[in-house]
């Protein structure tokens, strides 16, 4: 785990208390009650003692995260025998990440593939190294899990908005990454055969095909699925529809472009800004953590 305040870098202290600040933060708001902490600590095999060493860990975190603070705590809450930690979007990279990917499908939906691509650059830049990177449990690695799954599905769109713009070449390149890390991933398979075929690569398309064919049937004694083959027989006959992509309207003097904020929102709106604090910033889940 990794957190800023105006003095630097904060000091989170042991594993266990990483681990405490990790699931509030998981939590993005929601009280998390101490049966809920210690379960995320010791798996179902909490000491007698857990719930004060819980309450140790929240008191340090507390004076880690406002150094010098007198009055109660601003940042980790409680009620009761639950807390939660104030995260919004502008102090916690993982909201940041959700916030940046929410406008990314609501772009997408409005048909703006250049503001998608914009808004997943910047969503995946949050990104340094694994999801939870340093805590260990059944709980952290389900949630590792899912966020690194939120990773690959960023990753996807960005490089599907960018491949309809056009940039098939440097799609290709990233697809090549991707599907070396994610060889049963289908749908990655397929991008990447439309970016290789786009680009006059239909030999290399075909090539990909065959790889997953030979790896599905030897890992999995399946074929490739249906939209995998589809792409295949269409690529095979050079259907020249899949050279088909979206058009980006170029600026003129005559006719002015309409950008994405000039069309009419038929999306819900974002919901008003919140106040920025600037006390702290917390990074999660290879997102930092």
């Not at 890992?219 to 095979?236: F, I, K, N, Y």
Request: proline share 7%; aromatic share 4%.
């Amino acid at each position: 785990m990794r957190a800023w305040n105006r003095a630097g870098e904060i000091k989170l202290g042991p594993p266990q208390q990483q681990a405490v600040l990790a699931a509030l933060i998981l939590a993005e708001g929601t009280p998390v009650s101490v049966g809920a902490l210690a379960d995320a600590i010791w798996a179902g095999s909490a000491p007698a003692t857990a719930v004060g060493t819980i309450r140790t860990h929240v008191y340090r975190l507390r004076r880690a995260l406002e150094p010098g603070c007198t009055s109660a705590s601003s940042a980790i809450r409680s009620r009761g025998d639950n807390y939660s930690l104030a995260t919004t979007a502008h102090n916690c990279d993982l909201l940041a990440f959700r916030s940046l990917t929410s406008k990314a499908e609501k772009a997408r939906w409005e048909g703006c593939l250049q503001d998608v691509t914009r808004h997943l650059r910047h969503a995946l830049a949050l990104w340094q190294g694994e999801a939870l990177q340093g805590l260990g449990g059944p709980r952290a690695d389900a949630h590792r899990h899912v966020l690194e799954h939120l990773r690959l599905q960023a990753q996807t769109d960005r490089l599907a908005a960018e491949l309809e713009l056009g940039s098939a070449t440097a799609a290709a390149l990233d697809l090549q990454q991707l599907v070396a890390r994610h060889p049963f991933d289908e749908h990655l398979r397929k991008l990447l055969m439309l970016a290789l075929y786009r680009s006059g690569r239909q030999a290399a398309a075909l090539a990909v095909y065959g790889e997953a064919q030979r790896i599905l049937a030897r890992e999995l004694g399946v074929d490739p699925g249906p939209e995998l083959q589809e792409t295949h027989h269409r690529v095979l006959r050079a259907d020249p529809t899949l050279l088909h992509t979206a058009e980006t309207p170029a600026a003129s003097p005559t006719a002015p472009v309409q950008t994405c904020a000039g069309i009419p929102p038929t999306a819900p709106r974002d919901r008003p800004a919140l106040p920025v604090p600037r006390r702290k910033r917390v990074r999660c889940a290879g997102l930092t953590t």
